[in-house]
């Protein structure tokens, strides 16, 4: 399964974006991760197809909205009051296999279990 993620850029403190991920096959979890600079990568958000049920992590709870269209096979980011913070390039990822629901899991167990990740998109936010 191949996925891309777009809809990055440059926007000011309080702007919205909405990232894309597409992907070329089934998938059964996508996840929203990001990374900044000397940092390690951060879980931000997840969608679970067979129920629609959605994760957030507490950094973006009330921020961002995850969402699907399963006609597309693709999973939507929409960032909205974006703060400088925020700064940080983008990945999805995807398994392919059920999981257990992020709620359930370590940040690093949500990382180290997807199957795939795309390319990333950067988020840059001014202040």
């Known amino acids: 399964v191949q996925l891309q993620a777009s809809g990055g850029g440059s926007v000011q403190t309080g702007g919205s974006l909405r990232l894309s991920c597409t992907a070329s096959?089934?998938?059964?979890?996508v996840g929203w991760f990001r990374q900044a600079p000397g940092r390690e990568r951060e879980v931000l958000a997840a969608?679970?197809?067979?129920?629609?049920?959605?994760y957030y992590s507490d950094t973006v709870k009330g921020r961002f909205t995850i969402s699907g269209d399963n006609t597309k096979r693709t999973v939507y980011l929409q960032m909205d009051s974006l703060k400088p913070e925020d700064t940080a390039k983008y990945y999805c990822?995807?398994?392919?296999?059920?999981?257990?629901?992020?709620?359930?899991?370590?940040?690093?167990?949500?990382?180290?279990?997807?199957?795939?990740w795309g390319k990333g998109t950067q988020v840059t936010v001014s202040s």
């Open positions: 096959g089934r998938t059964f979890t």
């Open positions: 990822a995807a398994t392919v296999t059920p999981t257990p629901p992020f709620s359930r899991l370590t940040a690093n167990q949500a990382i180290a279990g997807m199957d795939y």
């Open positions: 969608f679970m197809w067979h129920d629609k049920s959605t």
